[in-house]
């Protein structure tokens, strides 16, 4: 049985009218210590779900099932690790996850919740960083941190929304073997958002693309049974890897093809004014001047299929 | 060819070698000139524009006539600081000679009257200006403190919720704009009719005076610590809900230290206000600080009243100032941001 399902789930904002839906018929099943990563464009609505699966938001259709039980709110069983880190950043790293350890084990006794951060702050490797702020503290370190906050709850699931796509590339790839090593380490049910196929391939079990939104709906699940551990280097050469990259990237791209791509963008021009010489004055210095493109303020380009 | 080439690219550099030495001296001397000219004007231009401004009011002070003389210039009012600074200090001396003489007599009463006890006999000096500046002080911080007391948690509440904050918005609005000296008598009242009690902690006229300062200084406060906790980052909020902390844990631990530099900036301009508020309440209340004193100035009608207002208005000026760097510094020490805004 599925430790996580979600069955038809949809949801949209808006009001009546002008409502946009975002996700729609999303089916989803996620085994009990399985890592399934979640593939799609900015935009499609994966922190949505993520969100959905936290239970910071209620779903407007279908149903969410976590061990058995519907899902209404947050729990303590789903640690989640957002996008943009939420440290707070009145706290020091080790207060941070004192925080979430304090929220969950009340009754500890101190010493012990103090051994329990520690030991998180050592398993991401920011021992060094442990006195520090968030903001004394590099966008790599920060995600650690949150990804410790999350670990240290000893959460039954843990949700990754996009976790590493605000950093740079190194950082990120040093990130991805440190989730792989952690993973592997103590094998918690994973469900990770992310926008980069290779991370998904590198990582899970089993990645499955989001189509392009509004309404935006999970394509086929694909099985990655390229074993582990995964050497980044040398998964360039697994010609199943480029398979199941193929595979991933065709459809996120047949999905948005279906779109009609259109981009509006704002205009900000310097703010001259221009003054229309062919035309004649009404009276001294007064002309109507011509509109300006700034003054349209925005702008449609729009591509076919 | 290539050689030749290489040549020629190196000679100019070898032609304005003797230039480079002189680039780090050109820096230090740039960055010499950069700090004395941050120095005169963070220094200097205040100096400047103080002594432009002794000038003109010595100038004006010449020509200006009142009923009693003419205007003091800054080196009468200066004289009048050093009487007044001076007065305290002699008032002092007589107090602790009059507590000598008072214990030598108690001595010998109690010799000469085995048995009976002496009268506590207290000092009944007029307050001096320093006690008056005291008593200021003092009135303004109970006043701001139970300002704040009131402030901050409905702050808190407002933010929290929109119901609530729709339903206290109509007061804060009507009352915000209401001028202490609408408040006073009607605080005035309230304070001789509800407070008799038989051993009295505080004056009427102090009383009175802080809760005006209190009910027109905690309007920044409560604005400020609502818009604080209303705009805090709901990523913020996430965290609470995701570890599922209770209400008071989620107040505590998260919201009140995300409001924090919003709640100071309230705090500060509070004081500011209070410490404004207080000069007229004072005035009218009778309570014994400085707006009493230039009350008292004004009605005793000396030829050296203005001068002696004077010296209150500087110093009204000055503390006030000293106030608000004191809430600003406490700022730093609280609040994660340190004090930006």
């Known amino acids: 049985m599925a430790y996580l399902e979600l069955k038809n789930v949809g949801k949209g904002y808006g009001v009546n009218g002008r409502r946009t839906e975002v996700l729609r018929g999303i089916n989803l099943e996620v085994k009990n210590g399985e890592f399934v990563a979640i593939v799609g464009f900015s935009g499609a609505g994966k922190t949505t779900l993520i969100s959905l699966i936290a239970g910071l938001i209620q779903a407007d259709a279908g149903s969410l099932l976590l061990n058995g039980s519907e899902i209404t709110g947050p729990g303590r069983d789903r640690g989640v690790v957002f996008q943009n880190y939420s440290l707070l950043p009145w706290l020091s790293v080790f207060e941070n996850i004192l925080l979430a350890v304090e929220a969950v084990n009340p009754n500890w006794p101190a010493e012990k919740k103090k051994e329990h951060v520690e030991k998180f702050i050592a398993l991401v490797n920011l021992t060094p960083a442990r006195d520090k702020r968030p903001a004394e503290l590099s966008g790599g370190m920060r995600q650690r941190v949150s990804v410790a906050r999350a670990l240290a709850m000893d959460p039954e699931i843990l949700l990754l929304d996009e976790p590493l796509s605000a950093l740079d590339a190194l950082t990120r790839a040093t990130l991805q073997d440190e989730i792989s090593r952690i993973w592997q380490e103590d094998k918690k049910t994973v469900v990770m958002i992310t926008n980069d196929p290779d991370e998904g391939i590198l990582l899970a079990d089993r990645i499955i693309p989001l189509s392009a939104g509004p309404s935006a709906t999970l394509g086929q699940p694909i099985e990655i049974d390229i074993p582990r551990p995964r050497d980044r280097k040398e998964l360039n050469h697994v010609p199943r890897f480029k398979e199941i990259r193929r595979e991933v990237i065709e459809f996120m791209l047949h999905s948005k093809g279906a779109q009609h791509a259109a981009v509006s963008k704002k205009l900000v021009l310097p703010d001259i004014q221009p003054e229309d010489l062919s035309v004649p004055r009404i009276s001294m210095g007064a002309r109507h001047p011509p509109v300006r493109r700034n003054e349209i303020k925005e702008e449609n380009v729009e591509v076919g299929p | ?311 209150a208005v500087f110093t009204i000026g000055i503390i006030g100032f000293a106030l608000d760097r004191l809430m600003l510094l406490l700022q730093r020490l609280v609040s994660y941001d340190g004090g930006k805004i």
């Open chain 2, 1 to 311: 060819m290539t050689h030749e080439a290489v040549n020629t690219t190196v000679q100019p550099v070898a032609e304005s070698a003797p230039v480079v030495p002189q680039k780090p001296r050109k820096h230090a001397e740039l960055r010499m000139t950069d700090a004395l000219r941050r120095l005169l004007s963070n220094m200097g231009a205040p100096l400047v524009s103080f002594a432009i401004f002794l000038f003109a009011w010595s100038q004006i002070a010449e020509h200006v006539k009142v009923n009693f003389g003419s205007i003091p210039g800054p080196l009468a009012v200066w004289h009048q600081g050093v009487i007044l600074w001076d007065e305290h200090w002699a008032e002092r001396a007589k107090e602790a000679e009059f507590y000598k003489d008072l214990a030598k007599h108690r001595a010998e009463f109690l010799a000469t009257h085995p048995g009976q006890t002496f009268p506590d006999i207290k000092y009944s000096g007029p307050p001096t200006y320093l006690d008056q500046i005291c008593t200021s002080l003092e009135t303004v911080f109970t006043g701001f403190l139970i300002g704040s007391l009131i402030a901050v948690p409905a702050g808190i509440l407002c933010g929290l919720s929109r119901t609530i904050h729709n339903a206290f918005n109509p007061f804060i609005q009507i009352f915000k704009p209401v001028s202490p000296l609408a408040w006073l008598p009607i605080v005035m009242i309230l304070v001789s009719a509800l407070y008799n009690p038989p051993h009295p902690w505080f004056e009427k006229a102090f009383l009175s005076s802080a809760i005006t300062v209190a009910m027109c200084s905690l309007w920044p406060t409560l604005i400020n610590t609502a818009l604080g906790v209303a705009s805090i980052d709901k990523d913020y909020l996430n965290v609470a809900r995701v570890l599922k902390l209770g209400w008071w844990k989620k107040t505590w631990r998260i919201v009140l230290p995300s409001a924090l530099p919003y709640i100071f900036t309230g705090l500060r301009l509070s004081l500011g206000v209070g410490w404004m508020v207080l000069i007229a309440a004072e005035m009218l209340a009778q309570n014994p600080g400085l707006g009493k004193f230039v009350w008292d100035m004004f009605q005793n009608g000396s030829s050296d009243t203005l001068a002696q207002i004077m010296v």
